[in-house]
Structure formats: structure tokens, C-alpha cells
């Protein structure tokens, strides 16, 4: 007699690292929870490469140290959280730490030499986490013979520490570092390590583009998807000069009477935080801008313009998308215009662009925010408490085709859909995810123009 086999029960794999156990799924594994690096305060990354015994990987993670691990409700630099938390049908709990640095991984049972997509979440480098309900699934991709990994990075105060020993970016370095361990561990799950894309939303997809910058990540990634943050962003204050880090860190030194990072090493984590934030509030430009990663000479070496000009800027295929109704509408279409541009002229390989239109159902009128994307693109509208359509599923079907033959040949092509044309310096047509079945569609630039900057809900007061 056949008994079925279990859907979560566990899994065991030996990686570079140790042994590690895992949950086996309907036709998919999953490895929750994994400690890529570990680091203390405004340390640089260490790589994990061995564990003792057999590491645990059943559940997710603690996210990164932010504002609700250490206050509850919404503070001044989160005024959007409420209304993305508020997008959940099953409100999430999450566990904080210092040191929340750890991956997901699902992969396909029995898979071997897989593509791979590592996805760097959003969150204004000041929110966010691995393990959110719009990115906690990843089946949709093992379905399609793709592994998909998701990571965690320092935020805020703790990504941007900056004296005269310490210059910041422990995001970058943390998501190098994630990459890294990806790269090294990734065939244990039947992952290809020299077939790597990341993928980012927002402040990820800008961290993503600054890894195309980083000499630390060059030989980490073979192609990007940005979700309503790719290109030049300069413009908009990412990188940010080093001078916002230092002026911001000079008060909150002042208010400890120290002159050093180190000697807050020992103070507890919410106090650092509650002076850095109160710092930061002081001046529009400085809260604007001092959760950024800066232009450090290293990790980010330079501003776009030299890189480019000198070559230094990685080539790889790209897939650039926004929402109708972004929180940039015009600056994410003219920066995506202008990236494959740049591609075209100095004969870089691919760049595509999407455009999301679909007024999502509710109610509440707020059209294609700001992320909404990703329920489409991790195929996790269940998720969301809005009364989704047929529609909607078969956008987000086609989304994570698209993606996912873009992650395993670098170009975004399904048969029996449109043929995805890349963009150039005179083809500015995205792909439009809407209503009608996917086509070749040129946004309606009159009216980006008027939405410079999406004020509307979610967006209140900007």
C-alpha cells in the first residue's frame, strides 16, 4: 500500500557549510532561515562557511533591526508601513535581531544546475524583511525549474554608521556577502552558481542597481530585475554624499558626549536608534537621504557618470518595471528610458521595460501602488486581503513566466505571449501588464509628467 507522502516533512542536504535540514513541500523545498553572515555593530560581514551538527533551516528568520523591534506602531520616518501592513489578510509577527542576517532558499526537489534569482527586498533601506507575506513563496518559481532566494540586510542606524574608522554601507557589504554565500553553497540545492540574477523592489531594486557598481560584486551576477527602482537614481539623492552620514553621526555622537562608533558599541540598540532617528528628523535633506548607501571610494566607488564613462559599470541583461501609479511615475520611466539607452550606446547587452496598469480591486481607488507588484510577480495574491479577479491571476501568471525565462536565458520571451521587445535610445515601448493580455504598450508620458511624485494613498503629504 502507497501512502502520500508528506508535504512538510523534512529534507537533509550537505552543503560546503554542514549538513542542513529543511522542509520538503509539494514538489519544492524549502530552507528558511539560513545565517549567511554574521556581524557585529557596525562590522563588516563574515561569510559563514561551516556549522556545527545539523543546521535547522524549518523557519524564517528575525528580520533586521527596525522600528517596530523597538517601538509599536508607525513612527515618522515609516509613514507608509501602516498601509502595506494593512495590504496582508494574515497579519505577519516577526522576531528582530542585530544580527538578522539570514536567506531563504526554495528550490526544486531533484534539481541540479538550476538557475538562480536572489531578491533584495524594499523598505526605504529603513523597513523590511526576507520573509514578508508578498515574498514568502517562492513555488511559482520552483514550477519553473528556478530557484529563488531571498535575504535580509542592515537598515537605518545600523546600515549607516560613520566616523572616521567606519564609512557605512553594511547593506551593500551584507548583500555582497549574501551573494557570496550563494555562490558557494548554491549547488548544494541544485543551484548553478554562475547563473545568479538579482532581483530588487524599491530601495532593493536601488540597492541592485548599486551592486552593478560595486568591484566587490562584479563576479556575483549575471542579470537584474528592477521593480520601480532601476536606473540612475542620482537625481533622486542614491548614493548619497558622505557628508549626510557624517553630520547625521556627529550629532548622535554629541548627544552620547563620545567621538567614536565604538564606544556606542555598548549601548543598547534603541537608544542608538531613537538618537540617530531624532538626528535625521532634524533637517528634510538628512532624513531624506541618511538611510542611503553613500559614495564611499570603495564599495561604491564613484558617481554614475565616472563609472560609466571608465566601464566600471557591470553589463548584464535587465528587466526595468514600474506601476501606473508609482511612487515616481515620470522619474522611474525617463530613468529606465535612459539606462537602456546608456546600454545602446555603448553596446551593453539587453534592457527591457515593464508597465503595470492594473487598477487593483477594493475600493479604495489607490490604482497600481507602489509595489503591488510583487504579489503578481511571487504569485501570492492570496495573501493580500483585496477580492482579486481572474484577471489578476492571470497577470501574475504571466509576470513570473516572463521573469522566470528571463532568469533562465536573459531574455524575457513566452511562447503564446508577446514578444517582449528590449527597449533603446528611440524604442521606449515596456511591456504592459494590465487588463488585456500582455503587449508592447508606450506609457502615457503627458500623464507621468503630471505625477512627478505620486501624492495620492498610499503617499499622503509627500
Keep these: 500500500m502507497k501512502y502520500p507522502r508528506k508535504p512538510n516533512s523534512y529534507v537533509y542536504l550537505d552543503t560546503p557549510c554542514g549538513k542542513i535540514r529543511g522542509l520538503r513541500r509539494d514538489g519544492h523545498l524549502l530552507f528558511a532561515g539560513i545565517q549567511f553572515a554574521n556581524a557585529g555593530r557596525w562590522e563588516d560581514p563574515v561569510v559563514v562557511e561551516h556549522w556545527d551538527g545539523v543546521y535547522d533551516a524549518t523557519r524564517f528568520g528575525p528580520l533586521c533591526s527596525q522600528q517596530l523591534a523597538f517601538h509599536e506602531g508607525y513612527g515618522p520616518n515609516d509613514r507608509y508601513s501602516r498601509f502595506y501592513y494593512e495590504q496582508n489578510a494574515l497579519k505577519p509577527i516577526y522576531e528582530y535581531s542585530e544580527n538578522g542576517l539570514n536567506l531563504n532558499i526554495w528550490a526544486p526537489e531533484g534539481g541540479e544546475g538550476l538557475p538562480v534569482a536572489v531578491f533584495i527586498h524594499g523598505g526605504s533601506f529603513l523597513t523590511g524583511g526576507n520573509s514578508a507575506p508578498n ?44 551573494l557570496t554565500w550563494v555562490r558557494n553553497n548554491i549547488a548544494a540545492f541544485g543551484g548553478d552558481p554562475a547563473r545568479v540574477i538579482g532581483m530588487g523592489e524599491s530601495a532593493g531594486a536601488l540597492s541592485l542597481q548599486l551592486l552593478l557598481y560595486c568591484p566587490m560584486a562584479k563576479e556575483l551576477l549575471t542579470g537584474a530585475i528592477f521593480m520601480s527602482g532601476g536606473g540612475n537614481f542620482e537625481t533622486l539623492g542614491t548614493p548619497a554624499r558622505p557628508e549626510i552620514s ?39 535633506i538628512l532624513a531624506n537621504n541618511c538611510a542611503k548607501p553613500i559614495i564611499d571610494g570603495e564599495w561604491i566607488p564613484a558617481s554614475f557618470a565616472e563609472l560609466a564613462a571608465d566601464r566600471r559599470i557591470l553589463d548584464v541583461p535587465c528587466i526595468l518595471g514600474m506601476s501606473s501609479q508609482d511612487m515616481y511615475p515620470y522619474y522611474l520611466y525617463t530613468f529606465a528610458v535612459d539606462w537602456a539607452a546608456y546600454h545602446e550606446r555603448c ?42 479577479e481572474e484577471i489578476d491571476y492571470r497577470i501574475s501568471e504571466n509576470m513570473i513566466d516572463y521573469f522566470a525565462s528571463f532568469i533562465k536565458t536573459g531574455a524575457p520571451q513566452v511562447e503564446g505571449l508577446c514578444q517582449w521587445e528590449p527597449m533603446s535610445g528611440s524604442r521606449t515601448r515596456f511591456l504592459r501588464f494590465g487588463d488585456a493580455l500582455p503587449e508592447m504598450y508606450q506609457p502615457p508620458v503627458e500623464r507621468l509628467i503630471s505625477d512627478i511624485r505620486n501624492t495620492s494613498k498610499p503617499f499622503p503629504g509627500m
Design 135 to 178: 515574498i514568502r513563496n517562492g513555488a511559482e518559481y520552483c514550477k519553473r525549474g528556478v530557484i529563488l532566494v531571498t535575504i535580509n540586510y542592515r537598515l537605518n542606524a545600523f546600515a549607516t554608521g560613520y566616523d572616521k574608522t567606519h564609512m557605512g554601507n553594511y547593506a551593500i557589504k551584507d548583500q555582497v556577502a549574501a
Design 246 to 284: 557624517q553630520t547625521v553621526w556627529r550629532m548622535v555622537m554629541e548627544r552620547f558626549g563620545v567621538d567614536s562608533l565604538d564606544a556606542l558599541k555598548p549601548v543598547p540598540a534603541k537608544d542608538v536608534y531613537d538618537a540617530w532617528l531624532e538626528a535625521a528628523s532634524s533637517d528634510a
Design 347 to 388: 553596446g551593453r547587452k539587453p534592457v527591457y521595460g515593464y508597465y503595470l496598469d492594473r487598477q487593483v480591486p477594493g475600493g479604495d481607488h489607490v490604482g497600481a501602488y507602489h509595489g503591488v507588484d510583487l504579489w503578481y510577480a511571487f504569485g501570492t495574491l492570496d495573501a493580500n486581503w483585496r477580492p482579486f
